[in-house]
T-cell receptor, first 108, second 116 residues
Framework: KQEVTQIPAALSVPEGENLVLNCSFT??????LQWFRQDPGKGLTSLLL?????REQTSGRLNASLDKSSGRSTLYIAASQPGDSATYLC???????FGAGTRLTVKP | EPEVTQTPSHQVTQMGQEVILRCVPI?????FYWYRQILGQKVEFLVS????????KSEIFDDQFSVERPDGSNFTLKIRSTKLEDSAMYFC??????????????FGPGTRLTVL
């Protein structure tokens, strides 16, 4: 059974800092992994989807990487802004398994 | 930009009552999902639906739950006899392609269900 873990559970950084959020999964035989953003009390906004054949995907200041062999994905956020404050979730979409999320706070 | 919509945004019900949560997926999407998120916990998969039948379901999706696509636009989740532990945020999602796991799922804003 696929287990998805995200570390750290919470992260607080000053504005402008580059940061990395981590996601690990136990079964490396995956087709795709998706990163989401969730604002408090709101739905999930898809950020990036990485297919198993890809090593990374980029959208604006976001870059997600995937290393199937080690069971890890990272979400890199460049030049963080207060508006980036949210919970970031990763999910192995083959099994619809979500991590618990990293709650990010970017301080002005 | 097309989006998944859900109604109501908040539903309060008494234990034992039936509730129906409604979703309108993106119009050209073929695959539909329900998830739930109990406060402070992970998002959990409930069920997927394709071609007017359940494709997959989790162990959470027991006989108290059912899904339906009553017309060409709506997708509903029914809970027959609600329990206190059904209190959660329920998310609907859809994706365009039927056969491709490599397709993005788009989520609705959720319905907060409170069972008293």
């Amino acid at each position: 059974k696929q287990e998805v873990t995200q570390i750290p559970a919470a992260l607080s950084v000053p504005e402008g800092e580059n940061l990395v959020l981590n996601c690990s999964f136990t079964d490396s035989a995956i087709y795709n992994l998706q990163w989401f953003r969730q604002d408090p009390g709101k739905g999930l906004t898809s950020l990036l989807l990485i297919q198993s054949s890809q090593r990374e995907q980029t959208s604006g200041r976001l870059n997600a990487s995937l290393d199937k062999s080690s069971g890890r994905s990272t979400l890199y956020i460049a030049a963080s802004q207060p508006g980036d404050s949210a919970t970031y979730l990763c999910a192995v979409m083959d099994d619809m398994r979500f991590g618990a999320g990293t709650r990010l706070t970017v301080k002005p | 930009e097309p989006e998944v919509t859900q109604t109501p945004s908040h539903q309060v019900t008494q234990m034992g009552q039936e509730v129906i949560l409604r979703c309108v997926p993106i119009s050209n999407h073929l695959y539909f999902y329900w998830y739930r998120q109990i406060l402070g916990q992970k998002v959990e998969f409930l069920v997927s639906f394709y071609n007017n039948e359940i494709s997959e379901k989790s162990e959470i999706f027991d006989d108290q739950f059912s899904v339906e696509r009553p017309d060409g636009s709506n997708f509903t989740l029914k809970i027959r006899s609600t329990k206190l532990e059904d209190s959660a945020m329920y998310f609907c999602a859809s994706r365009r392609l039927a056969g491709a796991l490599t397709d993005t799922q788009y989520f609705g804003p959720g319905t907060r269900l409170t069972v008293l």
